[in-house]
C-alpha cells in the first residue's frame, strides 16, 4: 500500500499490465487558496495511476520526467477517474499516459517517464 | 490560506514579487509504496511555491502546463526547501522555475506555465 | 506555405478541424552527430502538424509550452507521418497531441498547448 | 559534425565539461507561415547545445524527454545564442537547461533529460 494517496482518499480500482486505473473524490482538504482542487491533489492522483502501471511490469520503476496539463476546474464532491495506459515499454525506460476525467470529460492530461531499474544478479 | 497544502505540512517562508519560499519536513504520511516521499507529495510542494509566485503579481494566474524532473530520492526526515522564481512575465502568460532542495542539493526542478486570467472590468 | 518545413522536404497530407497530418522522408541532410534522424528534425515534423491543427480553428495560435518523448532512433529513408489531435479546445488556449509513426511504429510523441489570440475588434 | 543543425547554419561556440554554446542568424529559410521564427528552428538551436553538453561526459547520451517554452517571436535578422547547462549529472540519466537568448533578452527555455548509455565492455 502507498501511505500518501492512502491519506488523500485515493482507490486503486485496478493495476496490471502496464495499465492503472485510481478514483478519488474531492474534498475540503484537497482545495488550493482559490476554492477549487489543489493542482497537486490532481498530480497525485495521475502520478499514483502512473506509478502502478509502471511498477506492473515485474521490474522497479522510478519516476524521472512527467508533465502535466490542467483543463477544467475540479471542485468538492466531483469524482474523478484517472486512468494510466503505456505509450512505450522499452528495457530500461517507459513512458506513460494519463487522462484524469470527471465522468466523461477530461480535466486534465499527464505524461510522465520512468526509468527501470536493473533486476538484482 | 490554501487548505491541501495545510494539511500537508507546508509552511510559506515567503511570497511576492513574482517568486516564492515554502519548506516541508518528510512524515510517514508522504511515501509511497516504495518508503521514500511520493512524487505527488513533492509535486506540490513545488506547485504551491508556483501558485504563490504567479500570484503575487496582482492578477488571478492558473496553471495551464508544468514539468517536473526527479533527481534524487527523499527520505522521511529530511527537510525540503521549494524556491520559484520568475523565468518570464507576460501579459497573459507567465514561467517559473522552482527548484526543491534538500540542504544545499537538488532533489527535484519544476518548470510552469500560467494563463492570467483578465481583471473584471 | 511555412518556409522552414518546406525547405525540410515536410508535405501536408491534411488540415483543418483541429486536426493534421504531415509527412516526410529522412535524407543525408536530417542527421545528428551519430548519423540517425537529429532531434530537431522530428520535432519540426511534429511542431508543424501541432500549428496546423491549432490554427485550423479560425483564430491565431501560437505555442506556449511544448513536450516531445523519444522512443525509437531513426534512420535514413525510413518515412514519418506525424499527426495531430486536440486533447482540450478553450477559449483562450488549446493542447494538442502528435504521433510520429514509421508505419505502424510509434517513434516519437509530443504534446503541445498553444495560446489563443483575441481576434481584432 | 552533424549535419542538420550545420545545414540550418548553427555554429558551435564551446562544448565540453556539460556545457555547451551554439549560435545562429534567423535566415528567410527558417520561418514559419507567420514569418517569425519557426518554433521547430529554435528548438534545433536548443536541442543541439543539449545534446553537445550531454554527449561531452564520455558517455553516450541519448534524448528522452525534453520541454521548450516559447516566450517571445523572432525575426529575420536576430542573432540567437542558445547556453546550455547541467542540471543534473547521475550515472544513467542527466537533465540540460538550455537558454536562447537574443543579446540579454531571453526569448526560450528547454529542459531535457538523457539516458546515458553504458559503455561497451
Not at 495511476?49 to 477544467?72: I, Q
Not at 470529460?105 to 499527464?110: N, T
Request: glycine share 10%; proline share 5%.
Amino acid at each position: 500500500m502507498s501511505p500518501f494517496p492512502d491519506r488523500l482518499g485515493i482507490e486503486v480500482i485496478h493495476a496490471g499490465d502496464g495499465r492503472a486505473h485510481v478514483r478519488a473524490a474531492v474534498n475540503d482538504d484537497h482545495l488550493n487558496a482559490h476554492g477549487i482542487a489543489h493542482g497537486g491533489f490532481l498530480f497525485t492522483l495521475a502520478d499514483e495511476a502512473f506509478a502502478l502501471a509502471s511498477n506492473s511490469r515485474g521490474v522497479f520503476a522510478v519516476a524521472l520526467s512527467v508533465r502535466m496539463d490542467y483543463f477544467r476546474p475540479v471542485a468538492v464532491g466531483d469524482v474523478l477517474d484517472a486512468e494510466a495506459t503505456e505509450e512505450y515499454l522499452g528495457r530500461r525506460v517507459g513512458t506513460y499516459r494519463v487522462e484524469i476525467r470527471r465522468r466523461r470529460e477530461l480535466v486534465a492530461l499527464f505524461t510522465g517517464t520512468v526509468y527501470r531499474m536493473e533486476p538484482p544478479p
